[in-house]
């Protein structure tokens, strides 16, 4: 049966492709995106697809918000601040674009009596986990960064709201993704550091920062399945891969995938950033007993990540 | 040594009684209210008092919040929206109150280079813990109020300021407090209904939820003690008696200090109010630990609260 998605964020790296896979599946989806840092050319086929209208509004305007909502079935909440390190400059950041956004959605849909949503959190929540990898019923976490705060505030009021409203929701707690129409994080940078000068690559931390990467297209899999499998009130899913790897791999597969030779210079310390937490590995036992595994690993994802940089350099224009 | 400290809420229940605490002690105290549920009287003894000024402002503007603060060496955030039975009638309250007005007292201290914070958070926030007494480490919890979400995002916020910018930090998560100079929940109810009619009493839900209560004083000597103990970067507590009541005990305590037989009406549930927690029951192995226990029972703390009342009815006039 057809269902009327609103798709948040629609432009952005996963809600893109969210969107270009509920289309293709019969699907209607009204997408929404204020194109921060949204890419229209992320929509060029959906645009062209009778099921998909957009709304360009900011989610900081509730009576746009609840506007655009109307008619819909369900809501997808991937808009958000999702760049971590910009957290100690711009501490108000994350508490307008993630928390109070993330509540003008929840008013949207109480008033358009959308009652299902799910959302994309981060394994951030977990702060410094000491268990590794990290269910969704580790120990109640310290926070570490303004990001994953402001995540987990969201969280918060989707549960609540569930509660005291009779909504229903799907809170997918991710490691980092990776894929076609990244557009921001560790692999981007380096791109672009390769792309002006070949001999040389700046490294925040020391390298061996470990990271847990899942592919694009395995995460939307994986979100597609909980929303139709999982039917408790509140749904929470880590999702991620069984394994991890250091910076240090990573750059090997994009310099292997380049053909290039640099000069490794590591700012040192165990962290690239203040609030980088420096290993996120999440135990994925939850979304796998639904039938789920990831398709392919994170060199692969690594890689395929690479030649969509190299097939869409736009794109570094475009953020630089 | 003698320090400045700043109390936001400091016409509040606790506010107040700390306020008084900290100047008998010889601290100098800037107080913050903005009088929407703070009660001028409870100041009278500080106002008269050369270690205390007061600042009449609302958290919500952020310069006058700065401005406020000036000088401080340590800030203990009380203020808050502190009822959570307006939740599901007004959910932009808690988010504003709590999430928001903590955000601002935040950024108030990064700008005075204040950098301890105490806070008072909930034991809302364990949700409908499976673990009784709750710990607090806990596992992840799912919330269930909209009040116990915006105290939780308010923690997110202050651990992750800790980690940013060098704060330290106290959050307790308080069962409810009784005492003197207690102005809402369910001993201020009743005695109300009581005193207009003493022989019938309407009781939201069964009377059989269970309610773990701790005496203001003994609440504030936890939080003096723990901000002089505890040193790490993040410190949490749960703040509690070992113990708990049901509200019909409660009830007795209540009509036998106030020598009356009501006919008692339950609206039946287990919940009195939607996002209720039955029963909250905190493990306070850890405050303990640094030598601290409670004076007086819960019992003991309800008859004071009666007592108080009967002395102070001008407060259920402001109040109605």
Chains 1, 2 share one sequence.
Request: overall charge negative; aromatic content about 10%; some cysteine.
């Amino acid at each position: 049966m057809s269902e009327h998605y609103i798709v948040t964020g629609c432009a952005g790296f996963i809600g893109s492709q969210l969107v270009d896979r509920l289309l293709a599946s019969g699907q209607r989806v009204t997408g929404i995106d204020n194109f921060s840092t949204g890419q229209r050319r992320f929509l060029q086929g959906a645009l062209g697809h009778p099921g998909f209208s957009l709304h360009e509004i900011d989610l900081l305007d509730p009576a746009a918000a609840q506007a655009a909502m109307e008619g819909g079935d369900c809501v997808v909440h991937l808009a958000a601040n999702a760049d971590v390190r910009f957290g100690p400059e711009r501490p108000g950041l994350d508490l307008q674009q993630n928390t109070v956004a993330t509540f003008n959605v929840l008013e949207a849909m109480r008033a358009q009596k959308i009652r299902r949503i799910a959302f994309s959190s981060t394994g951030s929540v977990y702060g410094e986990s000491q268990i590794i990898p990290t269910p969704e019923d580790a120990p109640f976490p310290v926070q570490t960064s303004l990001y994953g705060a402001s995540k987990l505030a969201c969280e918060g009021m989707i549960a609540a709201y569930c509660e005291a409203y009779g909504f229903q929701s799907w809170i997918f707690r991710f490691v980092s993704i990776l894929g076609e129409r990244y557009t921001h994080g560790h692999v981007f940078d380096f791109y672009r550091q390769l792309q002006t000068d070949p001999t040389n690559l700046q490294i925040l931390g020391d390298g061996r920062q470990r990271k847990s990467y899942l592919y694009v297209q395995d995460c939307i899999d994986a979100m597609l399945m909980a929303m139709n499998k999982a039917s408790e009130k509140v749904n929470i899913f880590n999702l991620g891969v069984d394994g991890y790897c250091e910076v240090n791999d990573s750059i090997g597969w994009i310099c292997e995938a380049l053909g290039v030779r640099p000069a490794l210079h590591y700012s040192g310390g165990s962290r690239g950033w203040v609030g980088d937490n420096p290993f996120i590995y999440l135990d994925t036992r939850r979304i796998r007993a639904l039938g789920w595994s990831p398709s392919i690993n994170i060199g692969l994802g690594v890689i395929r990540t690479v030649e969509f940089l190299r097939a869409n350099e736009w794109l570094l224009e475009s953020r630089s």
